[in-house]
Structures are given as structure tokens and as C-alpha cells.
């Protein structure tokens, strides 16, 4: 079935305008009776939930951690991009808009992107306004610098702590909307369920992680910004929390899942230490701006760095790349990381790892400048390593980072369930098959204050729903299906800790569907996970009991979810018979080694459809139209 | 290396609670402190037994739901680090230590090393922010900022919420969380409108959440991990004393009623048992 995304009609430049008039207004005494549900607290969440708020409306907001400011937003350090072109260098809406398509390896919806690039804009000036304290040049004036894949300087940024103070900056909003009574915090509360009613979304069931009850909440319409799912490769730069089972347990509901193989590998983290590793850090982006990626040029020369002249080392990114050089793309910059590793040049234990080296920096700029620019991250990397990137270069490895794929949205960011609507990294819209740095705070911040408040607005005034309240037998059935897997997880009386088995996923993942896939590998993962999961609900011990605070038990219940997504993952990259952006097929690949798009059987949106566990999904595409683009083979040399 | 615990374990709010010991025999010196833990925990579910309960998410410093005491000290001996970025490294083979949870009345323990720091929450919901409205925004180089003030205001920012400056402190004082949103926010222009009414309404608020009073003892700054400096406090001050002479005071509104925090949570749900 092609799916229709309600691209509104007229030049790209209109749809937003045009869109915004068209969509229907709810009167504003009616707003306080309308109540809205959002999951997640981050930058698409809080800010959603915050202008819910701020516009009328009754908002109920949950997270899981104990309190909104740590939703995994908080994290990011380098940067937000913003067409305000205060360089002078040329940026422009138009230019934002075509970057993220390109970066995007041309499997991006047009009208969601230039939307994206026109309200960048008001969120500088929003963040501002609320007293986000942004990096300035003496003059006073907003400063920026420049990220991968973009030529121009567009990027914002509070020292290396950039998602934190955006983040703060949407909490801060969120606390006063919680003291002025229209937001309803809940706090260490997990969603467990969807509540569907007459194919409607109408609720949620949640499990109270302090006391372990379980109950439901019913609303008028459900906004899930629950963040990306990078955590089914086990270790990623996510937080240990981080997880699907809000959007997992809606596509189970019927929400369409689209390109959940689009998984973005970041190049810059620092590299496994040991078996224990219980995540991986990144190393913000920013950090190419003025360090030199390299390698030693012979294979297995263990010399220490410093003592490795010029003339024996390998710039390999400024060599294959020399517009881009250290700045190239994210999926490129993983991939030629993995190539040099692959062929025994790597460094560092294990040889997995390659140098991101400040030494020409600290030369030009000093150790002052580099310390502000860099400081925190410095100490953070001495922190983890217990290695001094003054005196050493540091050493990085690709890791998985972000996660393209989400919930299959329509223009108005709303799932193919009616009232259902998914804002941030856990929706698929605006970045394709590869998102730029410093594009997924613009994107989260542009759907919680920019598109959401307007489009969960139009919803509601077209109404047609009833009310209805937890005493429906929806509600029931979806509370007694939460507790049957409860129940299933508790007794199943084995040895294991999820997170152990969740490290055997992940292993799998990671070298099946991770920076190289190959129809051998996928088709080994298909067959190797459905056994594992069996293995998962025969080996998993849970403790305690489902009545009260048992961490064991939450995790249990997030890695049951990503045994699922998983195979998912490994259908849509195995259905996909072509390489783009972060999904490379090594089938799939030009003379030169780079990713080989085929446009004429690609170019659509994969939107899978849930039909049961171990049975294979069913395949929906929305064909993408490129009307102001032309599709490209993608360079950066 | 050998590494021994003594750990506080409380399996609810009401539970008085008591040290245990366990051995956690092949500790790797890149190890984070958490990690450790999740050894040990795996350990525990094999054989059966409870594991210990703990808060972390980010694991890289940032998102403040990390810590506990470590030998009595706020996030361990490492300086400016969180619990979560302390690695083990920093300790010896035979070392034993005494790991509980953050001590202060305003944070009700939850389960072993997990406190309810909801109180903060209430502190910012009670002015920790500018009054602006989703687009109602103002170009944004339309004010220009001085470098220096923009620099200070993010160091004041850069608080992550952690609560290690309360329970380091003898009078459990949420002074320099406080101080921080307060300097962070009086830094700037946009902070100016409400810098009165918020100096009162914060400080209000954290008396009200039972937090004591500040007598400028400064364990808070030796043990915070964003490095947030002794003077947001005297800032604080200042704009106190300043708004309360000012006559600010009868301006500020009470918060509407805010939603009951985890450790209500659990005793709404367990009313103590009456006595037969
Ligand atoms: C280390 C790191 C650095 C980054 N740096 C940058 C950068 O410099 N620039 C950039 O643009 N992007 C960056 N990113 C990406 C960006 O930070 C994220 O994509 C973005 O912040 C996600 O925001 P979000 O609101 O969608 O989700 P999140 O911030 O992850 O929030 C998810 C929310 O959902 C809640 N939640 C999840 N599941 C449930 C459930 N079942 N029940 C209840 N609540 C739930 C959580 O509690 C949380 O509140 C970085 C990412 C990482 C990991
Ligand atoms: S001031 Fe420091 S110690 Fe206190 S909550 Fe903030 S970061 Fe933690
Ligand atoms: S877990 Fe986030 S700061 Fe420690």
C-alpha cells in the first residue's frame, strides 16, 4: 500500500505557510479540555509538552529517569544548526534545506526538511529568550562554528555542552507550566503500552518504577518523543536507559516503522576498554574542526605517536577527501575508520582505533584557545582514557550513535494511527538515510515548539472522537496484557541478567548490521536471533518482584523489546538492495569504495507493518519525490 | 584488583535500612565505578540474590542521575567528577569502601543508593526560568551579550542537578544549586524582568522542601562535579536581600499544587500497616 504523507500543495517555500493557515484552531476557552499525553521529557518532548501547556491544553508528561532535565538530550555536546547565516558565508534556508538532503543521502521527504530549515531560525531565537547561554564573540554577538558535511558556519553552541543547555532551557519552560497547573509531571513512570480505541490513540498504561503499580492514562491525543533506539546494538553513545519500547510497543499497535536500518555510526568515540563496557562515550564532532585524523601508513607499526614522523603517517580522510578533508560526512568518515582498522592499521588495543590528533592545533592556536574551545572534552577523554590529549593524540572508533529510523509521520508528524503523533529522534522524518551534526537538536526543538503545538492543535479541532474514560475495556485489555508480561518475565527463572543477553544481541548486530552488511551477514543475524530471544525467555532471571522498584525488571522488559526490533532491523537492511548514507551494503558500492544508491528501485520510505513475533512484516512504501533537488551521486572530494 | 563494599541496603522508603558487605574480586583498572557495580550485580543475579539498586543513566557526567557516597564523600575521591566518571584507576587492590546513599531530609531515601531529588524540581518550578512564551521571541542578535557575561552565565549553568552539594553539606543546603540557577539566569538581560521575584520565590521554595540553611562552609564546592563556584551563593544573597527590601516579597505567587514525588508515591500506595 504507498502511503500518503499530506505533503501540503504549492512551491516548497508556501507548504509551511500555507499549511499553517490551513490547519484548523481550536477555540481558546475549549483548550483546557482537551488533554494531551506526552512520553519524554527531552528536546522534542519537553519543548512539546511546555507549549502544550503554554497554548491551554491539559498536558500529562512522563519520563523514566527521576526527573525531565536528564533525558538523554542533555548529552549532546557540539552543537545546533541554524540558518541565521550571521557569517556572512553564504548559508541561507535554501542552502540548510539542501545540505540535509544531500547529507541525508537523498532519502529525506523534501517538504519536512525545508520546513526544518525555515523554523531553525526561531529556535536560536527562542533559546535565547529563555536564557540558553549560548558561546559569543567579544562584540556580544552570537557565535557559531561549522560541523560535518556543511561548507558554512551555522552552528550554535554553549561550550561542548550544548544538548544540556538547550535541554535546561525546555525543562525551565516545562517547571513553569508545571507550577502554572497545566502540565502534569510524572516522573520515573515508564510507558508500557499503546491504548488504541477504535483505531484511535487514546492512552497509555505506565508502570510507576517506584511502587510498581500499573496504570492507565487516557487522553485525546498521544505524543511519543521517547528518543532513538541505538541501543539494540547493546553499546552505543546513548544512555544506559535508553530504549524502544514506547515506539515498539506502539508499531505493535499498528504505527508503521520506517527505515529502522538507517542507524547512524559516529566516528569519533573513544573505543572499548574491556568486556564490562557498559557504553561508549563520544567525542562531540566539534573536535574535527581543528584535529587531524590519522594512522600509522604501514600495518603494524606499534611505534608510539609522538615518535611517528610526518612522512609515516596517513592523513587518510584529508587524502581521500581533500574538500572535505577532516570534516567529511559521519557514515563516510566510520567507514574509511573501518577500512584502515581492516587492514591492520589500526592502533591502540585490539588495533581498533585511529588518532584524532591536536598537535598542528595547539601550535596555531595555543593551548588557551584550544582549552576553551575544548576544554571539557579534554578532560573528559584524560577522565575515561586516563591519556592527556595535550600531550597524546587522542584515540578514537567509530561507535553507534543515532538512529534515523522511527516512527513512519506524515507531514503533520503524525503516525498512520490517527492522533498518534512522534517528535524527535524517535520519529524517521527529517534526516534520511545519514543525519548532519548538529541537525537532530534543531530537529527535536522544531517539533516540540514549531510543529507539534500547531498539528496536535488541528487534530483536536477536527475532533470525531469520543470521550472515554480508564474504565474502558481497551484499557483493561491493554493493562492485562502489560501484566501477562510481567508476569512471563518474572518467572522465567534462569541465570542470566538481561544485560547479558542484551550483549549477545548486541555483538550480533553490531557485526551483522553494523558499518558493513552484506546479504550473508543479514541472513545469519535472521536466523541467530529468533534463537537467542528464545534463549532470552528461557536463561533471564529476574529478582524481586514486580511490585516495587527493581531495575532488573525494567531492563528485562526493554531488552524483550529490542529482541524484536532487532529482526527488524535486519529485514529492512536486508530488503534494501543498495547502500545510502549509513546503511552500506558491501554489495553496493562504486569503484572507489562509496556508497552506490539506486534511485530507480529505492528511492522510497520502507514502512513496515507489525503482523506478530516471528512473522515477517509486511513491507509499505511512501515513494519520495525529489521536485527541487536533483538527485546526485553524493561527493565530498 | 580486590575491591571491598559496604553498602547501604534499603529495600523501600519505610525499610530502616542497613550496611552489607560483598567482595568484588577482579576489578579492572579502566573500569568506571558503575561498572564495578554492574559486575557485581550480574554476580548477585546469578546466584539469586538482590541486586543493588542505583541511579545512572548518561554514564558520561552529564545528566546529574548518577551518585552516592563513596567513604562518605559526594560522587568518590576524584575531583570535579561525577560518580559515573570516576574510574578505578583511582582506588587500590584491598581497598575497602562504604558506599550509601546521598543523606538529607528533603531527599527520602527510595532503595539503597536511590534518593528522591524531586525538592530540585520544585526549586526551578518555583522561578527557575524566563517567561517566554513558544514564539513570542525576539530576533536573537537583537541583544547583544558580553562575552564575559555570557561565560559566567554558562558556568553558573552548567549545574547538572546531581544534589551532591546538599548532602555534602552539614546543613543539607540546596544554597549552591539554587545559587547557580539564580546567578545563571541574573547573568543575563533576559534574566533581568524576574530576577527579583525568582531570588525570593527559589529560596522560599527550598526552605520549604526542608533544605537547611547556608553557613558558607563550602564543602558544596569541593565536591560538585560542574565546578559550580562558591560566589552564585553570595550572588543569591545579594539578590535576597536586595528583593526582600524592595518589597518583592508580596509579589511572589505560592506554586499551584505540584504532582506528589516518587517517595509520596510509595506511601500513598503502602498507608503504614495499623497496629492490631
Ligand atoms: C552523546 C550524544 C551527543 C550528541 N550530540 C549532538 C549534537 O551535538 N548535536 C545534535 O544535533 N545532536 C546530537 N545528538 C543527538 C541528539 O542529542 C538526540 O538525537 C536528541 O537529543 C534526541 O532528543 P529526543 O527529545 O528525541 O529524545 P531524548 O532526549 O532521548 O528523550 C527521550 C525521553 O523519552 C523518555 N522515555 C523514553 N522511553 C520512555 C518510556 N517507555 N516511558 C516513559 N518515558 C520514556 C525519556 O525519559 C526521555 O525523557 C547527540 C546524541 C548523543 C547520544
Ligand atoms: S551545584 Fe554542583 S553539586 Fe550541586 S546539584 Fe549542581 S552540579 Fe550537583
Ligand atoms: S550517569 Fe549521568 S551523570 Fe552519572
New binding site residues.
Partial sequence: MPLDAHIPSGPIEQKWQKQKFDLKLVNPANKRKYRVIVVGTGLAGGAAAASLGELGYEVLNFCFQDTPR?AHSIAAQGGINAAKSYQNDGDSVQRLFYDTIKGGDFRAREANVYRLAEVSANIIDQCVAQGVPFAREYGGALANRSFGGALVSRTFYARGQTGQQLLLGAYQALQRQVAAGTVKQFVRTEMMELIVVDGRARGIVVRDLVTGKISSYVADAVVLATGGYGNVFYLSTN??GSNATAIWRAHRKGAFFANPCYTQIHPTCIPKSGEYQSKLTLMSESLRNDGRVWVPKAAGDKRPPNEIPESDRDYYLERIYPTYGNLAPRDISSRQAKNVCDQGRGVGPGGLGVYLDFRDAFKRLGRKVMDERYGNLFEMYERITGEDPHDVPMRIYPAVHYTMGGLWVDYNLMSNLPGLFVGGEANFSDHGANRLGASALMQGLADGYFVLPYTVGDYLARGGFAKMDTSHPAVKDAEREVNERTKRLMSIGGKKSADQLHRELGEIMWNDCGMARTKESLTHALSVIPELRERFYKELRVTGSGAELNQQLEQAGRVADFFELAELLCYDALQRNESCGGHFRVEYQTSDGEAQRNDDEYAYVAAWEFKGVGTTPVLNKEPLVFENIHLAQRSYK | MRITLDIWRQKNPRDPGRFERFEVPNVNEHMSF?EMLDVLNQQLVSEGKEPVAF?????????????FLINGEAHGPLRNA????THMRHFKDGDVLRLEPWRASAFPVLRDLIVDRSALDRIIAAGGYTSTRAGSAAEANQILIPKPSADKAMEAAAC?G?GACVASCPNAAAALFTGAKIAHLGHLPQGQPERMGRAIAMTSQAHAEGFGHCTTIGECEAVCPAGIKLEVISRMNKDFIKATLGGYANEVQTLAALPPSAAMRFFEAEPPKKEP
Fill in positions: 536528564r544512555a544506559k | 558503575l541511579d545512572s543513566d548518561c554514564r558520561e557526567g552529564i545528566c546529574g542521575m548518577c551518585g561525577t560518580v559515573c566518571q547538572i546531581c
